[in-house]
C-alpha cells in the first residue's frame, strides 16, 4: 500500500499589480499553518519517503516550513509542472514516482489539488490554504491514479489544526 499526502500550500500574499501570480509569497497567517502542518505531521509519527512540491514561491516556502517545523529530514524535489497542474497532469507527476517510496506529500494548488484527491477517492473535500489530505492507495505508482480508487483517511485543515 502507498500513502500520498496531498498539501495545499499555506495562506499567500494577495496578489499585486503587475507581480507575478509564481512569486508570491507566504503571508504571516501562511507561515504559521505550514508550521502547524509540520508539527501534525510530526504529531501523527507520519514518515515521508519523498516530497514533490510546486516551485512556486509560495509552495517552496510551504514546503520548507513544514519540513523544518515537523524535524523531517526527507528527499525534496521542486517541479514546475505541478504549479497550475489539473489532476490529469498531477496523476502523470505521481505515476512516476518511483515503486520504492511509499510515502509521498505532494504540495500544489487549488483546483488541482482539490480535483486530484477526488479523482484519487471520489470524494469532493474543499481544501483551504494549509489543508493536508491523506490518501492511501491500493496500487503501485504507476498504475494507481487512474485504474483504482484510493481511499481518503482523514483531511485536517488549518483551523483544526490551530484548535488542537
Known amino acids: 500500500m502507498k500513502t500520498l499526502l496531498l498539501l495545499r500550500h499555506a495562506k499567500a ?9 509564481f512569486d508570491r509569497a507566504l503571508n504571516d497567517r501562511g507561515r ?12 501523527q509519527s507520519l514518515v515521508l519517503d519523498l516530497v514533490l512540491s510546486s516551485s512556486a514561491k509560495r509552495a517552496r516556502e510551504t514546503t520548507e516550513l513544514v519540513l523544518a517545523s515537523g524535524n523531517l529530514a526527507v528527499d525534496v524535489r521542486f517541479d514546475q509542472r505541478i504549479y497550475e497542474a489539473g489532476p490529469l ?6 505515476s512516476q514516482i518511483e515503486e520504492e517510496r511509499s510515502s509521498v506529500l505532494l504540495v500544489g494548488h487549488n483546483p488541482g ?13 474543499h481544501m483551504a490554504t494549509g489543508t493536508l ?3 492511501d492507495l491500493k496500487a503501485d505508482w504507476l498504475n494507481q491514479t487512474l485504474e483504482t480508487k484510493g481511499n481518503l483517511d482523514w483531511i485536517v485543515k488549518p483551523k483544526e489544526l490551530a484548535e488542537a
Open 113 to 125: 489539488m482539490e480535483e486530484l484527491l477526488q479523482l484519487l477517492t471520489g470524494h469532493l473535500e
Open 13 to 21: 500574499e494577495n496578489a499585486s499589480a503587475g507581480a507575478p501570480d
Open 133 to 135: 489530505a491523506k490518501v
Open 89 to 94: 497532469l498531477l496523476s502523470e507527476v505521481v
Open 32 to 43: 504559521k499553518e505550514a508550521q502547524a502542518v509540520g508539527a501534525f505531521i510530526q504529531k
